[in-house]
Structures are given as structure tokens and as C-alpha cells.
């Protein structure tokens, strides 16, 4: 069984700094292939969407609103994704997930999360 542990979210004011982790184990994260993990963020009432992801070979993709302030980054000898949240802003308030990209849900599904509130 696939399971994705994320971890480092909390309260921080706006222009603060986050750094998540999320943790893969199971099966298919136990050999010498490696995945496109992607970080996904969803708030009350509305989709989840991802933020960020990187390929098993560190090519990084992001969504618009976090160019420049977030950076994804992965240790595959840890089966470890990170991502580094600078200058972030009330609207990044949501709970943060890792996954598989594209998803498979039937295979890892998903985490308990990583809370992420951006207050004054």
C-alpha cells in the first residue's frame, strides 16, 4: 500500500516562509524507477489544484501564481519532495498535498495533508 506522509505546514504571516516535505513508501516507490510527484494545495469549497511538480529527472513545472515564490525539489534516495514557500501571501492558505502526477488514485491515494495558514 502507497502511502504519502506530508509534513512542515503551520501558521505564518505574510512574507514568511514554509517548507514542506512529503514522504512516499509503498511498493512502487521501492525500486529504481521514480515518478512525477507533483504538490497540490485545495481550500473549502474548491478544487485542488497543483502548484508544483517535478519530474524523476528535476524538471519543474509551476502554476502562475507561485512563479517565482515556490520551489519544488526531490531526493529520490529518500523518496522525499519538497517544497519551498517564500513571500506567501493570505491566498496560499489551504491544505497542501503531495501525489502522484498525472494522479493515480487507485494506486497512491491521498495523505492527511499539511495545513498552510497565511495571516496577519
Known amino acids: 500500500q502507497v502511502q504519502l506522509v506530508e509534513s512542515g505546514g503551520g501558521f505564518v504571516q505574510p512574507g514568511g516562509s514554509l517548507r514542506l516535505s512529503c514522504t512516499a513508501s509503498?511498493?512502487?516507490?521501492?525500486?529504481?524507477?521514480?515518478?512525477?510527484m507533483g504538490w497540490y494545495r485545495q481550500t473549502p469549497g474548491k478544487q485542488r489544484e497543483r502548484v508544483a511538480r517535478?519530474?524523476?529527472?528535476?524538471?519543474?513545472y509551476y502554476t502562475d501564481s507561485v512563479k517565482g515564490r515556490f520551489t519544488i525539489s526531490r531526493d529520490n534516495a529518500k523518496n522525499t519532495v519538497y517544497l519551498q514557500m517564500n513571500s506567501l501571501k493570505p491566498e496560499d492558505t489551504a491544505v497542501y498535498y503531495c501525489?502522484?502526477?498525472?494522479?493515480?488514485?487507485?494506486?497512491?491515494?491521498w495523505g492527511q495533508g499539511t495545513q498552510v495558514t497565511v495571516s496577519s
Open positions: 509503498g511498493s512502487i516507490f521501492s525500486g529504481s524507477i521514480f515518478f512525477t
Open positions: 517535478i519530474t524523476d529527472v528535476g524538471t519543474t
Open positions: 501525489n502522484l502526477d498525472p494522479l493515480q488514485i487507485e494506486v497512491a491515494p
